[in-house]
């Protein structure tokens, strides 16, 4: 599986993938969302591990603009974040139609279960 990490926060995305490809899945990172959007529209990622929270370009503005363009596979997106959303951001997110959104720390189980659905 070609898996797409967007965090911020270095240590994270270094240990997602490590932890993806030692289950042989293929990972692409980024700790800047601003350097990745094209990357998104441009690359066919069976997943994309996207942080909502990250300095001058966040996951919410990636996700605006995904809405924006309006073909793009909005289920092949898990939303990570240690943000303490409320219910209506989480909503709102989450009506976008990704698959998923998961609160940090990820365990490596809640890892193996995301990764089980899209393989």
Do not use: W
């Given at each position: 599986?070609?898996?797409?990490?967007?965090?911020?926060?270095?240590?994270?995305?270094?240990?997602?993938?490590l932890f993806a490809?030692s289950?042989?899945?293929?990972?692409?990172?980024?700790?800047?969302?601003r350097?990745?959007y094209?990357?998104?529209?441009?690359?066919?990622?069976?997943?994309?591990?996207?942080?909502?929270a990250?300095p001058?370009?966040?996951?919410?503005d990636?996700?605006?603009?995904?809405t924006?363009?309006?073909?793009?596979?909005m289920?092949?997106?898990?939303?990570?974040?240690?943000s303490?959303?409320?219910?209506y951001?989480?909503g709102?997110?989450?009506?976008?139609g990704?698959?998923?959104l998961?609160?940090?720390?990820l365990?490596?189980?809640?890892?193996?279960d995301?990764?089980s659905?899209?393989v």
């Amino acid at each position: 599986m070609n898996i797409h990490i967007i965090d911020d926060n270095k240590d994270i995305t270094d240990a997602i993938s490590l932890f993806a490809e030692s289950q042989n899945h293929q990972c692409t990172v980024s700790n800047d969302g601003r350097k990745r959007y094209d990357r998104i529209i441009n690359e066919d990622f069976d997943l994309i591990l996207l942080d909502i929270a990250m300095p001058e370009f966040s996951g919410y503005d990636i996700l605006s603009k995904l809405t924006d363009k309006g073909n793009f596979e909005m289920s092949k997106i898990v939303v990570i974040t240690a943000s303490n959303l409320d219910g209506y951001a989480s909503g709102k997110i989450e009506a976008l139609g990704i698959y998923k959104l998961v609160r940090k720390p990820l365990s490596l189980e809640a890892l193996e279960d995301i990764f089980s659905k899209f393989v």
